[in-house]
């Protein structure tokens, strides 16, 4: 059963500019144009794109906070803005940039009293925090006002605050921002833990591909408010040709170049005794290039350089003629 | 407010209450503060009847119930959703998206969420001062009168909530709304102490009638008095205040709806 259905879900923005002493022309600007996106239960989607590109307009439309300007929209078979509050309480919405906590309350407190926002039994409240607190390491700061806590320390209160009702979905708006690698590295291997339960869908979107890669098996890049791309990273890999690199060291520069079906050379450094080859996978393989290479030269290191993910979606960012290629 | 929300309320409310009261010199400072502000409102009618003997044909007794019946209404909005106003931090602040995921009425987690426990000094202050004034003023005891001295400063409440929730909501279009809001909250405290009499006849019909400060004291203070309205009102005025707070309550309602309506399709 999909828990998230949009059809050609839009969403108009009316910016005004300045023309004159007191005259302002308005302008629409569509930041969401037209989404169809169908997402079932336990999947974990990231959802990326460039600033502006409508990742957060779109997450506020699924939570409810704001009304489409045009299209359907439904999660967990409710209407978000009509239904907000009986939506309120079938998800979970984790902001990277504002709390959800009370800031002068301790964390210990905060939990308390979400259990009475969401009227969530006692019995029920208490098996989920004490999960969190056992998976997120809590105990040291559960009783530390929010106000006082670190950034890391902060994001682990507000991800325990976001499930502690048991949510079906959870919306995460770049949870990862601002934190330092062990906290990332905790939050995201929270967050697989709980994907790999495969009870809560989890939404995500983030600039760190980082928890794309390690969380995230479907990918939705927007753009100018349209998707760009809905699949996997391999796929999205495949679909713009990102290629695995090898690169070696060699004693003497080689007498002639290295010919073979899906090697490219890309660069050559060190007098040529160091060289990048790009590897179309689909063609060559590492190890054939290797192989073939000691049979003409003297192998002194070798190292394979997975795809940057980073570099794909730059690409895709920065090709601003509307949909790609199919 | 469904039963569940409000038990939600109470529990929020409490918890802040609990984390004000561990800053206990602090507390105790903000509560003398608050019942300044209530002394400095009643100082202000007296001060006034230092250099005149009446008040638009109204004595120093019976002014001072006027006003000790608005500064207990108001004290009252004040400590129930004064905190409203700070509608503007949560919109400029984005704060707001995070309160619209949650599934409680807005309004109640605004209230709840920043209330200021220390108002209460405030009320205290007014409710043991009006018991003087009352006396003072002359008023019968009957049962009819403990009763209009029961309902007046709840219904003068609910019409300064209503003032407090309206003039907040001009945030959503426009968020350097503050010096708005104040003039409308204090400087509806400040006229609805005093009889309307004083005022001329565009100020009266507009705050007196059309926003309804003249329930807040100054008709069930005539009441209270047995008197009638010199500009010749009808007595039942003195009664209507439930009436009138209803009106305020609705309208401030469909204000504070089209408000929560125009930030969601805006975003701004």
């Known amino acids: 059963m999909s828990v998230i259905e949009t059809r050609g879900l839009r969403r108009d923005f009316t910016v005004r500019v300045k023309a004159g002493w007191l005259r302002r022309r308005t302008r629409v600007v569509a930041a969401v144009d037209g989404i169809d996106l169908t997402v079932e239960r336990g999947e974990m989607l990231g959802y990326i794109g460039p600033n502006g590109a409508g990742k957060s307009t779109t997450l506020k439309m699924l939570t409810g906070v704001l009304s489409p300007s045009g299209g359907q929209v439904r999660v967990c078979g409710l209407t978000p803005v009509a239904q907000r509050t009986r939506l309120a309480r079938r998800i979970g919405v984790v902001f990277g940039h504002r709390s959800q906590l009370w800031w002068d309350l301790p964390l210990a407190e905060s939990f308390a009293l979400l259990r009475h926002v969401y009227g969530v039994p006692a019995g029920d409240h208490a098996g989920r925090l004490a999960y969190a607190r056992r998976m997120l390491e809590l105990d040291a700061f559960l009783d530390t006002p929010v106000r006082q806590l670190s950034l890391g320390q902060r994001m682990r209160g507000e991800l325990t605050a976001a499930l502690l009702h048991g949510p079906e979905i959870l919306f995460l708006d770049e949870p990862t921002i601002g934190l330092d690698v062990v906290s990332k590295q905790a939050v995201r291997a929270f967050l697989a833990t709980l994907g790999a339960a495969g009870d809560t869908t989890i939404v995500l979107t983030t600039h760190d591909l980082a928890d794309i890669e390690r969380l995230c098996r479907r990918l939705i890049v927007i753009d100018q408010g349209r998707i760009v791309h809905d699949g996997s990273l391999d796929e999205l890999h495949a679909r713009y040709g990102s290629r695995r690199r090898l690169v070696v060291d060699l004693d003497e520069p080689l007498a002639a170049p290295l010919v073979a079906p899906g090697l490219t050379v890309e660069a050559v450094q060190a007098d040529g005794r160091r060289i990048t080859y790009a590897l179309d996978g689909a063609v060559v393989t590492a190890g054939d290039v290797v192989r073939r290479l000691t049979e003409v030269a003297a192998l002194r290191d070798i190292s394979v350089l997975e795809p940057d993910i980073e570099d794909v979606v730059a690409r895709l960012y920065t090709r601003r003629e509307g949909p790609p290629p199919r | ?268």
Request: net charge positive.
């Open chain 2, 1 to 268: 407010m469904g039963s569940a929300g409000f038990t939600a309320y109470r529990h929020i409310v409490a918890a802040q209450v609990r984390g004000q009261a561990q800053y206990r010199a602090s507390f105790a400072i903000d509560l003398v503060g608050s019942v300044m502000f209530g002394v400095i409102d009643l100082a202000s009618v007296l001060v006034l009847f230092r250099v005149v003997p009446a008040l638009g044909g109204f004595a120093l007794g019976e002014v001072f119930l006027m006003a000790t019946l608005a500064g207990v209404a108001f004290a009252l909005a004040d400590l129930a959703v004064g905190n409203v106003e700070r509608l503007r931090v949560y919109v400029r602040s984005g704060l707001l998206d995070a309160v619209l995921v949650r599934p409680l009425g807005v309004l109640t987690q605004l209230t709840a969420i920043d209330v200021a426990p220390r108002r209460v000094g405030r009320v205290v202050f007014g409710v043991a001062v009006l018991a003087l004034a009352a006396s003072r003023a002359g008023v019968a005891v009957t049962p009819l009168s403990l009763a209009l001295l029961l309902v007046t400063p709840i219904a003068g409440a609910v019409i300064f909530s209503g003032i407090f929730v309206a003039t907040a909501t001009v945030a959503f279009w426009w968020i350097e709304s503050g010096e708005i809001a104040n003039g409308l909250t204090y400087g509806g405290l400040n006229f609805a102490q005093y009889p309307i009499t004083i005022y001329g006849a565009i100020l009266r019909r507009l705050f007196a009638y059309a926003i309804g400060f003249a329930f807040v004291a100054y008709y069930p203070a005539l009441a209270l008095l047995d008197r009638a309205d010199p500009l010749g009102g009808p007595a039942w005025l003195g009664y209507a205040p439930p009436a009138a707070a209803a009106l305020v309550a609705g309208g401030a309602a469909l204000v504070w709806r089209i408000g929560v309506r125009h930030y969601r399709s805006t975003g701004s």
